[in-house]
């Protein structure tokens, strides 16, 4: 049996952990506590919020119950938008992981197996959650999400949270599948081995 080391977590290891599970829960609470209740009256915001839930478009139907309409619809587009900047930063993060990994051949035959076996799960999540959104709010399909800013704080993040989880994490294996068939140097098996 190997004896495996505890690895310490770098200042760069912390950064990250705070950046990518502290920013979601930051932009949520800032949003479900900070943003007026007619924040669509304002031109810009209505149409941002149109123009990003274009992807979703029955998100833009909130339920009736909801004490906060034009929040939850300015909450979904912000967090949707989010992807642009949690996604590529974990998928940078997870690439320069993998680089440091192979020089200090942590990297065996098995690796390519686990690539796909993980790209495939985490895309089977994202077309689950994303059927979620697809369909909005029917049935009062986690409408509790969204009833108030108390539950728009405390629950709001958890679904943007696992969809940032999940894309990020498949396009870095994504990433990474395509360095090795394309046997990028760092990839390349080293012969001595």
């Known amino acids: 049996m190997q004896d495996v080391k505890k690895k310490k977590l770098t200042f760069r290891d912390w950064c990250f952990a705070v950046f990518f599970w502290g920013g979601p829960i930051g ?12 924040i669509l009256t304002h031109d810009v ?5 149109e123009f990003v839930l274009q992807v979703a478009p ?11 309409p034009q929040v939850v619809k300015f909450y979904h587009a912000t967090m949707l938008s989010g992807l642009v900047i ?45 059927s979620h959104w697809g369909v909005g709010y029917q049935h009062g399909r986690m409408s ?9 704080f405390l629950l709001g993040f958890l679904p943007y949270l696992l969809l ?3 894309l990020g994490v498949g396009f870095s ?16 098996r080293d012969s001595s081995r």
């Open 27 to 38: 932009l949520s609470a800032a949003i479900s506590m900070l943003v007026p209740d007619d």
């Open 45 to 49: 915001a209505r149409q941002w919020v």
């Open 58 to 68: 029955k998100m833009l139907d909130v339920p009736v119950e909801s004490e906060i």
């Open 86 to 130: 949690w996604v590529p930063v974990l998928v940078f993060v997870s690439v320069n992981k993998l680089i440091k990994d192979r020089s200090n051949g942590l990297l065996d035959g098995c690796y390519k197996l686990g690539i796909i076996y993980v790209i495939f799960v985490s895309f089977i999540t994202d077309a689950i959650l994303w």
């Open 144 to 152: 509790f999400f969204w009833f108030s800013r108390g539950s728009l």
């Open 164 to 166: 940032f989880m999940v």
């Open 173 to 188: 294996k994504l990433v990474e599948l395509f360095l090795f068939s394309k046997g990028v140097p760092w990839f390349k």
